[in-house]
């Protein structure tokens, strides 16, 4: 029987083995992890992270051929295949601070498996890594080695939050990476074998080293441009009347465009596209490539200044103060189906609200007071590390109060912001949230959920990105 252990047992560790162990009944997967917490979490009943469909199949393979534990070395060293899942975090100290990626989780990991590892291995890189990572991984795995040998994939994973299960099951492609050596090639059949189980032939691409790692950052970054194109555009939109939707469906029906991920919003989160693009930015500023690094940094510049537009066009439109006033803010994570927070556009609009020392009441159906605290009191790229090492948050931010329902957030309050497209926003009693609110009552769409026309209707003032803007806001100073 085929071993595989999974060094991380996070957003990614856990999904993709879960479902390896589900379409491949004859491999034993072990998910093993430093946190204990979380280690915890995946053999109950309340996983850590929440998607749509992961609970049954957990529940399907768990105890079977699926296990969950702390005994990383005890699992790494039975293993044929290990699989590194593990943080890989903008750095935030010394040389490449604030761009490149720091792979201290991933050297340490590698280590240990040079360490523990009395029979050969295929080691594949699940996380996003530089190019050229595997070259140093190899290095570190040989010259550490106890006689056995190594061969190492990248398999770089695509999956997105809150859809991951489906993209699991049917993946668009998957990636295999390897040497062009016999025993490089012999690896990469291994491990298309496994996928080979349920991923049709032709969407398994089989390429050299550099091309998988490569290929991992430019689809991101490819897909965050996309996303501050439409949302600069949603910029020129609100200054000369025309619709961001209208303009997005049209541009989207030329089948050369294609019509995903052309949603404008107050901007993309997730711990994937800054970070990832950063990293891009970093290597090519290291391979003398200054135009095109330039080049791809314009798309974090626009996304950043899709957050600050917000959060002024909010400011501006209350009168240019929000100082003790109460917002609602209507959804915190990065994006609807998910609990995650990390890099979600809410921290940022948060942080500027408060710091127009507005009062802010938040609602999200599936994130919890205490990590909106850390969020809101944590450093830039300080999340990205293991569960366990990620500080406490030292005091609680002030002036935010974290309710578990709608109509408690927007009673009240001057403001009512959207930050996550959750469904349940769609459906909210508009009329009911209007009558309890002060007056003027505003709305301030970041995400394109309401009915705006309904909403005025109702009495609101309306602001959602990219739309005609309001009577109301046309006569507000022009945000920047
Ligand atoms: P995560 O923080 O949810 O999980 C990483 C886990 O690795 C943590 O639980 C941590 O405790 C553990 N870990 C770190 N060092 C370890 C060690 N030495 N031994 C054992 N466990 C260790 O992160 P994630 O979202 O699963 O991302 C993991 C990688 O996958 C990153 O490189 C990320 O860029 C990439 N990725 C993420 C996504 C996504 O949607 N989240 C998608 C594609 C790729
Ligand atoms: C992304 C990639 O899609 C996935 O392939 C990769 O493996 C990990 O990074 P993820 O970050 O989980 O996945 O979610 P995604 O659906 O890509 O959304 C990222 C951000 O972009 C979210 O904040 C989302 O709300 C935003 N977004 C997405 C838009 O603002 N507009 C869109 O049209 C699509």
């Not at 997967?29 to 749509?52: F, G, H, K, M």
């Not at 201290?104 to 996380?127: C, F, G, L, Q």
């Not at 190019?131 to 006689?147: C, D, M, P, Q, R």
């Not at 931010?397 to 578990?404: A, E, P, Q, R």
Request: hydrophobic letters at 40%; proline letters at 4%; aromatic letters at 8%.
């Amino acid at each position: 029987m085929v071993k595989i252990c999974c060094i991380g047992a996070g957003y990614v560790g856990g999904p993709t083995m879960a479902v390896i162990a589900l379409k491949c009944p004859s491999i034993q997967v072990a998910v093993v992890d430093i946190s204990v917490a979380r280690i915890n979490a995946w053999n109950s009943d309340t996983l850590p992270i929440y998607e749509p469909g992961l609970d049954d199949v957990v529940k399907q393979c768990r105890g079977k051929n699926l296990s969950f534990s702390t005994d990383v070395e005890k699992h790494v060293s039975e293993a044929d295949i290990v699989f590194v899942s593990v943080n890989t975090p903008t750095k935030t100290q010394g040389l490449g601070a604030g761009k490149a990626a720091d792979l201290t989780y991933w050297e340490s990991a590698a280590r240990m498996i040079a360490d523990v590892a009395k029979s050969n291995k295929i080691v594949v890189e699940k996380s996003t890594v530089p190019v050229k990572t595997a070259e140093a991984i190899e290095k570190i795995l040989t010259h550490n080695s106890k006689g056995v040998e190594f061969q190492i994939l990248s398999n770089p994973e695509f999956l997105a939050e809150g859809t991951a299960i489906s993209d699991l099951f049917n993946p668009d492609r998957v990636l295999i990476g390897g040497r062009e050596t016999p025993g490089g090639k012999k690896a990469i059949e291994t491990l298309r074998d496994v996928y080979a189980q349920w991923v049709p032939m032709d969407r398994i691409i089989c390429t050299n080293l550099w091309s998988a790692e490569l290929s991992k950052l430019a689809a991101n970054a490819f897909l965050a441009q996309r996303i501050s194109s439409v949302n600069s555009m949603s910029a020129l939109c609100e200054a000369t009347g025309a619709d961001v939707s209208q303009v997005s469906h049209a541009v989207g029906k030329d089948t050369r465009i294609g019509p995903k991920f052309l949603n404008a919003s107050v901007g993309f989160g997730g711990s994937c596209f800054q970070k990832d693009i950063l990293n891009l930015v970093y290597i090519c500023e290291c391979n003398g490539l200054p135009e095109v690094a330039n080049y791809w940094k314009q798309v974090i510049k626009v996304n950043d200044y899709q957050k600050t537009r917000f959060v002024n066009r909010i400011v501006s439109s209350m009168f240019n103060t929000v100082s003790g006033k109460k917002i609602a803010v209507l959804g915190f994570a990065f994006k609807k189906d998910t609990g995650d927070t990390r890099e979600t556009p809410a921290i940022d609009v948060c942080k500027g609200l408060i710091g127009d020392k507005a009062k802010l009441s938040i609602y999200d159906p599936q994130v919890h007071q205490d990590q909106i605290q850390r969020d809101l009191s944590m450093k830039k790229f300080d999340w990205d590390h293991p569960v366990h090492l990620q500080p406490m948050s030292p005091t609680s931010v002030t002036d935010v109060s974290v309710v578990w329902d709608a109509y408690t957030a927007t009673k009240d309050a001057h403001g009512l912001c959207i930050l996550t497209e959750w469904d349940e926003f769609k459906k909210l009693d508009y009329q009911k949230i209007f009558d309890n609110m002060q007056k003027p009552a505003f709305v301030f769409d970041g995400r394109n959920v309401v009915d705006v026309e309904k909403l005025r209707k109702i009495g609101f003032i309306v602001y959602s990105i990219g739309k005609p803007l309001d009577e109301w806001l046309k006569d507000m100073p022009a945000v920047a």
